[in-house]
């Protein structure tokens, strides 16, 4: 895995140069997996299969000049761990795009009850304003809505520190609301890595995972996986242990934490 850092780096640029890499890479016998960038701190990252770091900078160096500022070698069951199966293509075999995501579901407590308590026509208008604060948080914090999910929504972040900020701001707006009748309490559950995208949409156990972490959220709060917790790391957020779950359909206990989005710093406008 590389790091590239310069001043001016942009997720444009970043997507430029990991094209340019593609098109050479069977030249210098390297094989391109995946790429991000941490819009905070203005790095892209490449991960890559290769016969050493000389081939990885030597494929930069001529396909743009852009020399990575660190190679290290990463145990590729470490990597499987961290996001998920990784699937390889043969040269020239078509296959669906991947790059990193942070997935983020929400989920309304008792969307049912609060029909029943205060009948159609207001809790459409409160169902409005719900799904009007969540989309607005997300597009605030450089998301983007994948799908609406009945009780809730999916969006997806290239950055894990805006994916969280977005969710601190879905927690605060819906605790400062007054009408203890029309009072809104949503689950979010967060999980980061290599989803694959198809069309407009997000597959695979990164988002699998989001959703488990969603169902076992309380109502009020944010709980995240280590990999989000890890990425998270000096970006100024407070995390609680919460407890490892096994979620259905993945073989190994997963990390859990909770954001305590009380003691989050101020969300930036």
Not at 233 to 261: R, S
Request: charged share 25%.
């Amino acid at each position: 895995m590389d790091r590239h850092d310069f001043n001016g780096l942009t997720a444009t640029i970043a997507a430029d140069m990991h094209r340019r890499d593609m098109d050479l890479q069977e030249r210098f016998g390297v094989q391109l997996i995946t790429y991000w960038f941490d819009e905070d701190r203005q790095t892209a990252f490449c991960l890559a299969k290769a016969d050493g770091a000389d081939a990885l900078t030597a494929l930069h160096r001529e396909a743009h000049g852009g020399i990575p500022n660190q190679v290290i070698e990463v145990d590729p069951r470490t990597v499987e761990r961290f996001m998920g199966g990784i699937t390889e293509h043969p040269v020239g075999e078509a296959y669906v795009e991947t790059a990193f995501r942070t997935i983020v579901f929400t989920d309304l407590e008792g969307s049912t009850d609060l029909t029943q308590r205060l009948g159609d026509a207001r809790a459409m208008g409160i169902l409005r304003t719900h799904d009007q604060v969540i989309r607005e948080a997300i597009g605030r914090h450089g998301g983007s809505e994948v799908k609406h999910t009945g009780d809730g929504l999916m969006a997806a972040f290239p950055s894990v520190a805006g994916a969280i900020e977005s969710a601190v701001e879905i927690q605060r707006r819906f605790a400062e609301q007054g009408d203890p009748d029309a009072a809104l309490r949503v689950r979010i559950g967060m999980s980061a890595g290599e989803p694959v995208t198809e069309g407009d949409d997000f597959f695979g156990a990164v988002v699998q995972l989001a959703a488990r972490l969603t169902d076992h959220a309380r109502p009020g709060t944010v709980l995240v996986s280590g990999a989000v917790r890890d990425l998270a790391m000096g970006k100024g957020f407070t995390f609680e242990k919460a407890e490892d779950l096994l979620p259905k359909g993945f073989a190994e206990p997963v990390q859990t934490f909770e954001v305590v989005w009380q003691a989050a710093p101020p969300i930036r406008p």
